[in-house]
């Protein structure tokens, strides 16, 4: 089992930035699973945002943060980050850490198997 708890969350001006962090708990986190962060605004479905391979050598963005996300991992502090630049209002929504045992890297919600509880980011204009 792994607990997953996000932070780093809050309300930015448009043009700003943020690092969301991703702490992990639980069984030894290191490089065993592969990380992910999706989002969910307001009457809107759970869509991907990036995605990290388990020993940090391979990643994926939603086309809409590429050249403004950057997922990274620390397996050492079993933590995985966020880091957000040039913040839209459109960013504006609840972030989701998840973590999956298997190998290969996904955008797929439905191939994280744990989830953390969300962290709140409002991006005014």
């Known amino acids: 089992q792994v607990q997953l708890v996000e932070s780093g969350g809050g309300l930015v001006q448009a043009g700003g930035s943020l690092r969301l962090s991703c702490a992990a708990s639980g069984r030894t986190f290191s490089s065993s699973y592969r990380m992910g962060w999706f989002r969910q605004a307001p009457g809107k479905e759970r869509e991907f945002v990036a995605a990290i391979s388990k020993s940090g050598g391979s990643t994926a963005y939603a086309d809409s943060v590429k050249g403004r996300f950057i997922i990274s991992r620390d397996n050492a502090k079993n933590t995985v980050y966020l880091q957000m630049i040039s913040l839209k209002p459109e960013d504006t929504a609840v972030y989701y850490c998840?973590?999956?045992?298997?190998?290969?890297?996904?955008?797929?919600?439905?191939?994280?198997?744990?989830w953390g509880q969300g962290t709140q980011v409002t991006v005014s204009s």
């Open positions: 998840a973590a999956d045992p298997l190998n290969a890297l996904t955008v797929v919600a439905g191939g994280y198997r744990y």
